[in-house]
């Protein structure tokens, strides 16, 4: 089995009201095993259409995966359509059934109708229990066709795909395996970087495929690998990440074996730095409002290094908690290196951290001066060697500066504990 | 015209590395002008698959949106597939080639060949300025079929799409109004929400669709409605929107004319409260980490009411500068009642600020005990008129139980202001 294709039911998708997460999580589950999705369709709460995906899909792929129309409210219609398609009824699975009067009792919630009928499945299909949750997967296998019905709700989606879906999908996934690798790059154009590689196909060598993704936080570089065993696929990805890094190595901070887990953002890139170094640190935030502070308290186990944050928005915070001098404020305004300075080392002395960040800007998309234009910011640093500042210009909204500004703080303090400022 | 489809472009949306967050956009966008997209579907960056895909689509639909693929790298090959699609060659763009100069030349970024290269359009399409990047959009109308082709970095999308494509497919939309509503709720689970409204049937009196949307920040609902005017349309929606609120008031905090610039979140809901009665705030939190801060001063404007945030994660901080009791600490433990109300009230006395929120948690995935497990989080407010603590419990991973902790929090905000609370 090889080719897999994945259908997500939902009106919510088409109008843009929510992004396709479900998809894109299914995406990395099966890659991990893999197993190639080569189509993503999006159809709406409508039978026909419904019907239709499952008929063309279901012909043309070995594996279909079809998420969402499972609730209990009246603009789920998914089962209905599923046991048309397969043409048999609705049976009530007294297992299910079961499931969802624990679940609900045991929150003091009573039973009521709709939840009931949550426990009627297609007859034939394989009831995949939703300990997360009260509406049921389905799974049918026949032949060589798999077909697997889940929850929309993203949650109990995973937990149902992963517990059930993907250890069945990975026994008839034999055969070839797929290797990605994730280079995170900050601090670097794509064309920029693009020119540094060189020739990619010397570095490819024919045997390898090489994506460039940018964002905001940098530009991701994904290598590609099908082959027949893991260990030629590995040794691929490894010679190809040896070329890549003996030409950018400064500008990668994350590299990944596979997806999910194994991918690393900056904050937890810094994270480990700080914990194998044994070092804490703290943040002293205007601009990014307490960014930064998430950022790192996003990873689980930050308490043994982050201290303490403060988001001192005003002046009188900046000079109260953080003891920045009123004549600085005054003499360079909030603004400035020297203030971005006099944060880094308030925030030091008061948390008692070995490391410490401030950044202080101008967010926008009001208070812009021609001095001071709006995306302005300045970004400091503390630590026993003395002191560093760093003035960027991100003329972005006001999401997307808070993103390059707080990923522009955390860099600088990961080349601060490596030695590169 | 009436039915649209939306092709993206790009293996890392299959292997879900990154969300379609642009087909999301497509569809705000195309909803707010009453055109309907039906179906959605991702391929890859291969060339078979991409031109089965425009095969299909441009038979079956009357405007075709295709995104991705237009970059300078050796990875991107939408431009090749549209101009054998079309049966056409690559011409250079003049208009664009200089575009692409003065965009590099004020960056002080030597251009290279491969942003020549970007020049380069189909024979016979409108080339699409992009003023936001280098790869231009591309445009095909012959007939009755539209078909549009934007580059894949989403703020580049974004631009081409408002500003060029959908002017000019407003214009050919005309004949139906297609209106959404959302209400946003807080504080309810699905199933009961769905019990509270009762019979939906006499809600919608057959004139409209309404959908209920989960997620860990509440259930969203949305109306929709199609109809001949806008005066008709807007009329029904809010005829529904008046039924549901006699019987769900008090859950709803925000309800939105369309999509995009009207959907409103808890923070900005709150800012407006705050914004009104000229009140002023400060966070103190433990166990989400700044995140209450963040959420506040993503709001523009928030300066005006946010006075400053500490991010109190270790005891000697909360003592240090919320001046919280060492015995209150000692004697009921960091994570209690006692301890949330004295950080509200001493973020509040040192801030100055009308009113304060504080947090303090467990997230897990570690530092649970029987008595207080993981999940445990309690919410403390204080203002003029005194303090109130609620406490939750939301055993979920650490970034949902961030989610929903601070949602509560804004959400217990919102109440007090309100004098619910």
């Known amino acids: 089995m090889k080719t897999a294709a994945v259908i997500t039911i939902g009106d919510e998708i088409l109008i843009g009201q929510v992004t396709n997460t479900n998809a894109a999580f299914i995406g990395q589950k099966l890659s991990e095993i893999g197993m190639e999705i080569t189509r993503m369709v999006v159809v709406g709460d409508e039978y026909d259409e419904i019907m239709s995906a ?106 149902i795909l992963t517990e059930y879906v993907v250890p069945r999908l990975k026994a008839k996934a034999a055969g070839q395996v797929i290797k990605h690798r994730v280079l995170k790059t900050t601090g670097i154009a794509e064309s920029a970087l693009f020119q540094l590689l060189g020739d990619v196909d010397e570095i490819l060598g024919g045997r390898a495929k090489l994506a460039f993704l940018p964002s905001q936080f940098g530009v991701r570089l994904r290598i590609t690998v099908k082959a027949a065993t893991t260990e030629e696929a590995d040794s691929i990805v490894a010679e190809v990440e040896r070329k890549i890094r003996s030409k950018a190595e400064k500008y990668i901070y994350s590299s990944t074996g596979s997806f999910g887990e194994g991918e690393v953002d900056l904050e937890e890139a810094v994270g480990k730095l700080l914990r194998e170094r044994k070092l804490t640190i703290s943040a002293a935030e205007s601009c990014t409002g307490g960014y930064i502070s998430h950022r790192i308290t996003n990873i689980s186990g930050s308490s043994a290094y982050f201290e303490r944050g403060v988001v001192s928005y005003s002046n009188k915070a900046k000079m109260e908690i953080l003891h920045v001098p009123e004549e600085l404020l005054v003499k360079f305004g909030a603004v400035s290196e020297e203030v971005a300075l006099a944060m880094a080392e308030g925030i030091r002395k008061i948390s008692g951290t070995d490391i410490s960040v401030s950044v202080t800007g101008i967010a926008g998309p009001t208070g812009g001066t021609p001095d001071k234009p709006v995306g302005l910011v300045y970004i400091g640093v503390a630590d026993s060697a003395g002191t560093v500042v760093k003035k960027h210009i991100f003329p972005d909204e006001r999401i997307r500066f808070k993103d390059r500004a707080s990923q522009a703080a955390l860099e600088l303090v990961r080349k601060r504990i490596l030695g590169l400022e």
Chains 1, 2 share one sequence.
């Open 54 to 159: 499952f008929k063309e899909y279901y012909e043309n792929f070995d594996a279909v995966l079809v998420t969402g129309g499972l609730g209990p409210t009246h603009d789920d219609i998914t089962k209905k359509v599923v046991a048309d398609f397969f043409n048999v009824k609705l049976v009530m699975n007294n297992s299910v059934l079961e499931n969802v009067r624990d679940r609900l009792s045991k929150r003091n919630i009573p039973v009521i109708k709709v939840n009931e009928e949550q426990a009627l499945v297609p007859e034939g299909c394989e009831a995949l229990m939703n300990h997360w949750g009260t509406a049921p997967g389905m799974l049918f296998e026949k032949g060589n066709k798999f077909f697997a019905v889940m929850p929309g709700v993203p949650y109990e989606m995973q937990n």
